[in-house]
């Protein structure tokens, strides 16, 4: 099931054994979407869905694999009746399809990380399509510069993106449009956390990130800032407090430059079991309002109730310079399934995640929870250790024909910061053969500043709503096999309305010990703007190393 590996890893536990027999065996239908992700994943959520990374670093032990490399070769063949994913011109076409990938995770000493990478090159036969070439990475990684004490965390990937929400949605990469662009994003973060006088908690924590949109049609962004803050005690034992403060600047090649500063000061409550309640005040100084500088005093608080490691709740609201901002969530792992129920309101640019660095509330805004978060949390009482967890989540992944990304989360290439409102349920179920995941989503986003470029789609002032669902079942038919199959629904409205429906059905099996192949039926259609009809059929072969 491996190419090789640095060095000989411990045997997983028979329990995680048992869960990868269930699991069958890899079979790639969608190269670059379906190979894994890496286990640095951020957490997603009060209580944390994510994989490991948002902990302090530390070296390989108790038969923790240093590093686990796997390299592979696919291919597929496409039949489609639509290759330009056209309305009124459809065109048939066979598309052949080469995909060389390589996989790498684990920890080393003072290192650990990830990364996944595939390129794939596509052939057309019919239709207008020429060659076209795909990248899909997703890498991450943690250094560890001092023990216990400062870190720096990096990340970086290029995927598929949509221009504009409003206009043609492409089920996978090899039906290109001219609204989706080739994005590639690259962050760095240095952190630093001890204790001053042994009496007071610190935490700093620097970051930047790039985004190239790959186009002229769609704006680059950068974001910098930092986020340093302080806790500690009290003369009364279930007292304590807080400070923060925070610095976030957004800058787009099409758009103007904006910026957050934002400190808070709070008092934390821990007398009741299991209970924490939190009071703070707020000063917001902001231009992302107005063209000038605007500075603003608020105040919020919220509650935090964490019975036991697998349940957690959160209510957090707070006023601020843009109206309110909140987050409600409500996280439980059961023995056989995971749920996961939330609503964020705050500050983004568009892409899945907070205005940088970060949210308000510390730790990642909760964004659109992904099958890979998901099943992780699941896994957590198979395989306790985060990188052997990871191993075993995108392996069952893999098996089952499963995108670890999948999700129904909006994502666009915007050229500001808006107002988004996100609402999300999400769970997932492991039986003996079956795995079934369900999740429903309901974003709206904002326009906030009084100045917009004309193509933009806020520029007529009304919001953006997305609405949708996406379900996936998988059944074990055979030790060998597994049928797998999906079902999601996206229905985009404000300057113009759109409905995105897609159905996969796909078998895959295991043909030798390192190699397996899949053929996967697909229908897609999209009503109102940039409608079309699109009937598939795609056969794979792969190949590990």
Do not use: C
Request: aromatic share 10%; glycine share 12%; proline share 4%.
């Amino acid at each position: 099931m491996t190419a090789w590996r640095v060095r000989a890893a411990g045997g997983l536990p028979w329990a995680a054994l048992l869960v990868l027999a269930a699991g069958g065996v890899p079979a790639h239908a969608q190269f670059g979407s379906a190979l894994g992700v890496g286990a640095a994943e951020g957490a997603a959520g009060a209580g944390g869905l994510g994989g490991f990374g948002e902990g302090g670093g530390g070296g390989g032990s108790g038969g923790t694999p240093p590093f686990y490399i796997t390299t592979g070769l696919g291919a597929s063949l496409t039949a489609t009746n639509n290759v330009s994913l056209s309305s009124n011109d459809s065109q048939s076409s066979l598309i052949l399809t080469a995909t060389p990938y390589i996989q790498a995770f684990g920890q080393r000493g003072w290192l650990r990380g990830s990364l996944s990478y595939a390129l794939s090159a596509s052939v057309y036969s019919g239709g207008d399509q020429r060659t076209t070439f795909n990248n899909s990475l997703s890498a991450q990684g943690t250094a560890e510069l001092i023990r216990s004490r400062m870190y720096v965390d990096a990340t970086a990937s290029i995927s598929r993106q949509m221009i504009s929400p409003f206009g043609t949605q492409s089920p996978s990469p090899i039906f290109n449009n001219a609204n989706s662009t080739q994005v590639s994003t690259v962050s760095v973060a240095p952190r630093l956390n001890g204790q001053i006088a042994g009496q007071v908690d610190y935490s700093a924590r620097a970051f930047y990130s790039y985004s190239s949109s790959g186009t002229s049609l769609a704006s680059d962004s950068s974001t910098f800032g930092a986020i340093a803050s302080f806790n500690g005690s009290t003369r009364w034992s279930n007292l304590g407090w807080g400070l923060n403060f925070s610095y976030r600047e957004v800058r787009f090649s099409q758009g103007r430059n904006e910026f957050d500063q934002l400190n808070w000061v709070a008092l934390h409550y821990s007398g009741i079991p299991d209970v924490v309640l939190t009071a703070r005040a707020n000063q917001e100084t902001s231009n992302i309002t107005s063209l000038n500088n605007e500075t603003h005093y608020g105040y919020g608080g919220g509650i935090r109730w964490a019975p036991s490691p697998r349940t957690d709740f959160t209510v957090q609201y707070d006023t601020r310079v843009f109206g309110s901002s909140h987050l409600y969530a409500f996280n439980y792992r059961a023995p056989r399934s995971v749920w996961s129920i939330s609503s964020t309101q705050g500050l983004s640019t568009g892409q899945g995640g907070g205005f940088g660095g970060g949210g308000f509330y510390g730790g990642s805004v909760p964004a659109n929870t992904t099958a890979y978060q998901l099943l992780f949390a699941a896994f957590a009482s198979i395989q306790p250790d985060p990188v052997l967890r990871a191993q075993l989540v995108n392996n069952f992944l893999r098996a089952n024909g499963i995108d670890p990304n999948a999700t129904i989360a909006p994502s666009y290439l915007p050229n500001q910061v808006t107002e988004q409102l996100s609402n999300q349920a999400s769970v997932a179920w492991l039986g003996k053969r079956d795995t079934a995941m369900l999740s429903v989503n309901q974003t709206r986003s904002t326009r906030l500043g009084p100045l917009s470029n004309p193509g933009n789609d806020f520029a007529n002032g009304q919001p953006i709503t997305w609405l949708g669902f996406s379900g996936t079942w998988s059944h074990r038919l055979t030790p060998r096999s597994n049928l797998t199959a999906t079902l999601s629904q996206q229905q985009t409205s404000g300057a113009a309305d759109s409905t995105f429906r897609t159905a996969n059905l796909m078998w895959s099996s295991q043909v030798a010990e390192r190699a397996s192949a899949a053929l996967m039926g697909s229908y897609s259609v999209q009503r109102g703007s940039g409608g079309y009809d699109m009937f598939s059929i795609t056969a794979t072969f792969n190949i590990q190393f």
